[in-house]
């Protein structure tokens, strides 16, 4: 288990009760930022690059059914109709809005009565008994991460339809940068609940180079825009100039870089920082995630686990890969190798960056 990690599972065991307020925990997440909302707005298509919030609501509670009322289970499902509507394969996100959807409050009723029959089914499972699936909770550590990565999503979908703060709410106050040395160390992670694309942890070799202690701040961002770059959407710098610049795409984040006579870290740079001199670095979770310069790919000895759909089908040279977690991103997610990506020319989600240069 990684020393930054607010998972409640331990390397060793796991306890129902823990499993539960795990579970319980993602769930008040996605409470949270549904709730208070009419029907309207959560049926409506906010953007073609998102779902309906109620299309996310119902997609976590056929997540959790899948994975532990069927698969783990062994349970029928609740309504074969789902595994279509609600497979993220089966339909882009721009058309999930024409989809014969549940509405909110069947939804709602969804999730609840699978939420309570996993909750009913928790006590007959092992956790301990040599299946992969269940060992130390992965399972279910898998399913709540996977509703907590959705509500980021869907607190995306909030901040484009105007709905929710869109920023994050610190003040940048390093400057100067780091010299990392050059040297072996271990990228990837054995924590328990991590995903198959942390595996296999590995020794890599990394040249010494040097990462700046803070992230881009607006202000610094707005002389970039001065000498001619677009503004990111929504954005305000003469507001808060101090605080990290957000929704920049890769794109956008490399050309910054470039034109600040730096560049963006690697994969490995960035973890080894974080793994190597975290005290020296701010904000490496909990403002904005950091894009790296990496294309996303397994690393060597790669095995998808459980399903090649969360990973696998993403590898190759579309997406690349960011880092740390946003002023959003729940701590059991933002572990220092939890590897997030997307499109390069993708700005709705809450991306800032941290530049590097070589010694
Ligand atoms: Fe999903």
Not at 201 to 206: G, K, L, R, S
Not at 308 to 320: C, H, K, L, N, V
Request: charged share 25%; net charge negative.
């Amino acid at each position: 288990m990684s020393p930054r990690s607010c998972s409640p599972v331990s390397p060793s065991s796991v306890s129902r009760s823990d499993l539960v307020a795990a579970l319980e925990h993602a769930r008040e997440r996605t409470e949270g930022l549904l709730d208070p909302l009419s029907d309207e707005q959560l049926t409506r298509q906010v953007s073609p690059l998102q779902s309906p919030l109620v299309w996310d609501l119902a997609h976590i509670g056929h997540f959790e059914e899948l994975w532990l009322l069927r698969r783990v289970g062994g349970r029928s499902a609740v309504s074969p109709k789902f595994d279509d509507l609600y497979d993220s394969f089966a339909h882009p996100r721009d058309e999930r809005g024409r989809l014969p959807l549940l509405s909110p409050e069947a939804a709602r009723a969804y999730v609840r009565e699978v939420r309570e029959a996993v909750l009913g089914l928790l006590p007959e499972l092992s956790f301990n008994g040599g299946d992969p699936l269940l060992e130390r909770g992965f399972v279910v550590g898998m399913v709540v991460q996977h509703e907590l990565q959705h509500a980021e999503t869907m607190a995306q979908t909030l901040a484009l339809a105007g709905l929710h703060a869109r920023e994050p709410q610190q003040e940048v106050t390093a400057s100067g940068e780091v010299v990392v040395p050059g040297g072996p160390f271990t990228l990837g992670s054995t924590d328990p609940w991590a995903y198959d694309n942390e595996r296999p942890a590995h020794v890599v070799d990394v040249p010494p180079f040097r990462i700046d202690r803070a992230l881009v701040t607006n202000g610094e961002y707005a002389a970039f825009v001065e000498d001619g770059a677009a503004a990111p959407p929504g954005w305000d710098p003469v507001a808060r100039p101090h605080a990290p610049v957000q929704h920049i795409s890769f794109d956008e984040a490399d050309a910054y870089v470039r034109w600040a006579g730096k560049r963006l870290p690697t994969e490995p740079e960035w973890e080894k920082a974080a793994k190597t001199v975290a005290g020296e670095l701010e904000h490496l979770t909990g403002a904005v995630w950091q894009w790296t310069s990496s294309f996303f790919d397994g690393y060597p000895g790669f095995s998808a686990f459980p399903y090649a759909e969360y990973s696998e089908a993403f590898f190759g040279s579309d997406y690349r890969v960011l880092r740390g977690g946003s002023w959003f991103t729940d701590p059991l997610v933002a572990r220092p190798t939890f590897r997030n990506w997307d499109l390069p020319q993708r700005q709705q989600i809450f991306s800032g960056l941290r530049c590097a240069r070589d010694v």
